[in-house]
């Protein structure tokens, strides 16, 4: 049995944050070698490497021998054009969901053309929403409400159980969508775009860093349900620029003096007319 979609294991990265216990990583391990995957990213493991992750594993140690140990989820998504986030609960914010399944196809799906990441977080309180808002996707798995959160190892099995699921399904997945012609934004240009934006939107006036209406995390949001390829986001980028460079004339213009403080006159003045009333965030 195949799937007519051939995904890419050596593409797929499970990517655990700041795990407390090693039996953890070594039963995660196992998990994601059963389910023929492979790599494994660390985000600043609390204890690692120690023998105990070693026993945990079993047969999968070559998998915790080869894993990457790095000190930010930056590091361990670069590069990944996917990245999906588990919880163990609904988050205030909602974000872009999948379900297990559909969670399994897409990574086997689009792991065929790019690297995509499975991100997991602590065993005492999960992902912070600061990680959850890197990701493209949730996922959450459909336990029992009143006791909703499983064991993280036993989550990373049910997860890649769907991936592996996925990749030996000969019916054509529900989630195919047409090939795009130019790849997904990766992971570390998002976040080079977000910082130029709350850059430029605090340069144009319309928005101060900790504002409580949340508007970055909202453009966040809408940017994961847009995805934006490559050449879209480097447009995007250019129109920043753009609008900075308008932004520092004026100030030059009006000899207000330092180019990272640029003028809050008459450039506030129309964006906060134009815009008044209209965001959501
Ligand atoms: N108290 C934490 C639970 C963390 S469980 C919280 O409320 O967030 C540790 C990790 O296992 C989670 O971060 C997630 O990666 C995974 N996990 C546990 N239960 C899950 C579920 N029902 N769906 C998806 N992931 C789950």
């Given at each position: 049995m195949s799937n007519p979609v051939q995904g890419v294991t050596s593409n797929i990265r499970v990517v655990l944050v700041n795990?407390?216990?090693?039996g953890n990583i070594g039963g995660a391990a196992r998990a994601i070698k059963n389910m023929g995957l492979d790599r494994l990213y660390l985000v600043?493991?609390?204890?690692?490497?120690t023998p105990r992750a070693l026993w945990r594993a079993a047969g999968a140690a070559d998998v915790l021998e080869r894993a990457i140990v790095v000190p930010t989820l930056d590091e361990a998504i670069a590069g990944c054009g996917l990245i999906v986030g588990t919880s163990a609960r609904e988050r205030s914010i909602p974000w872009p969901m999948l379900n297990p399944r559909e969670c399994g196809e897409r990574i086997w799906q689009e792991s065929a053309d790019h690297d995509v990441a499975l991100v997991f977080g602590r065993e005492?309180?999960?992902?912070?929403n600061s990680e959850l808002q890197k990701c493209t996707y949730h996922v959450h798995?459909?336990?029992?409400?009143?006791?909703?959160?499983?064991?993280l190892a036993a989550a990373v099995q049910v997860l890649t159980y769907e991936v592996r699921m996925a990749s030996l399904s000969e019916v054509p997945s529900a989630v195919l969508e047409d090939k795009w012609d130019v790849p997904p934004a990766r992971a570390e240009d998002l976040e080079l775009y977000f910082e130029h934006l709350e850059q430029t939107l605090v340069d144009i006036g319309f928005h101060k860093r900790?504002?409580?209406?949340q508007t970055m995390t909202r453009l966040r949001r809408l940017l994961s349900r847009i995805r934006p390829d490559t050449v879209e986001l480097s447009i995007l980028r250019g129109v920043l620029t753009g609008v900075q460079n308008v932004v520092w004339r004026l100030q030059r213009v009006q000899g207000s003096g330092d180019p990272s403080r640029p003028a809050q006159e008459p450039v506030e003045a129309a964006v906060k007319e134009k815009t008044e009333g209209k965001t959501s965030a």
């Open positions: 795990t407390s216990h090693p600043a493991p609390k204890e690692f490497p005492d309180r999960g992902l912070t798995i459909p336990s029992n409400p009143d006791y909703s959160s499983l064991n900790d504002n409580p209406r």
